[in-house]
């Protein structure tokens, strides 16, 4: 999963953006309206994470003025993203605002952390119409527990290992670009290569090894988890 943390306040921000890299979650952060703006337009993303009190720095020609601006300009353009607001949690009015304006959820000022990532997970489960298991071969993902087993026995993988298998699992058989996976994995700027690419899949694949499953590479397309023949 890749989020986008727009939040002004670098302490919180950078708090926050640690603590969904632990959980495997890759952050770009933003701390302005205009790279906020910049990134939303430039990047895919699974969610936002979007806090309405920004300051106005954005160029004065973007048009830009607020949190809400910069929600309702995506929207406006047909961004679908999942958005969840931060507010102040004696807000009324904020929230409302940020719902009307697009938002698809709400949290408020101060947070917990293992709220804010559960609260992320969920809106991305119901975008796409996932639950939080997934199986195939002999393999049980619980994303929600951030468990693997194979064959009943649990199985440890490093967090963005574990992302791009449930990219693979859900569901079985889709197939998932390059690009789509190099985006999960990379930081802004940073893309991994191809090459990087596959050897990243080739240790996969060695994790995986009895489990009844194979990633294959399909030239041009990407990967596909499939069942072992």
């Known amino acids: 999963m890749r989020v986008l943390l727009i939040e002004d306040d670098p302490t919180l921000r950078h708090i926050v953006a640690r603590s ?3 959980a ?11 790279t906020a703006d910049h990134l939303w337009r430039v990047q895919a993303y699974d969610a936002v994470v979007l806090d309405l009190n920004l300051p106005h720095t954005a160029h004065p020609h973007s048009g830009l003025g607020s949190g809400l601006t910069l929600l309702g300009a995506a929207r406006a353009r047909g961004s679908a993203t999942p958005v969840l607001v931060l507010t102040a949690r004696n807000r009324t009015e904020e929230r409302i605002a940020g719902l009307n304006s697009g938002a698809d959820d709400y949290l408020g000022k101060p947070f917990d952390l293992a709220e804010l990532e559960a609260r ?3 809106l991305v489960r119901r975008h796409r119409g996932t639950t939080d298991r997934a199986e195939a071969g002999t393999l049980l993902l619980d994303r929600q527990a951030r468990r693997l087993f194979m064959a009943g026995e649990p199985l440890e993988l490093p967090a963005r290992e574990f992302e791009v ?3 693979l699992m859900t569901p079985v058989g889709r197939v998932v670009s390059k690009r789509e996976l190099a985006t999960k994995l990379s930081a802004v700027g940073d893309m991994l290569t191809d090459n990087a690419l596959e050897a990243f899949i080739s240790r996969l694949r060695k994790r995986l090894a009895g489990a009844g499953v194979n990633i294959r590479t399909l030239r041009g397309l990407g990967y596909l988890l499939e069942a072992a023949a």
């Open 20 to 22: 969904l890299g632990e």
């Open 165 to 167: 298998l449930w990219e």
């Open 120 to 122: 992320l997970r969920a």
């Open 24 to 34: 495997g979650v890759r952050v770009d952060e933003a701390g302005d309206m205009a």
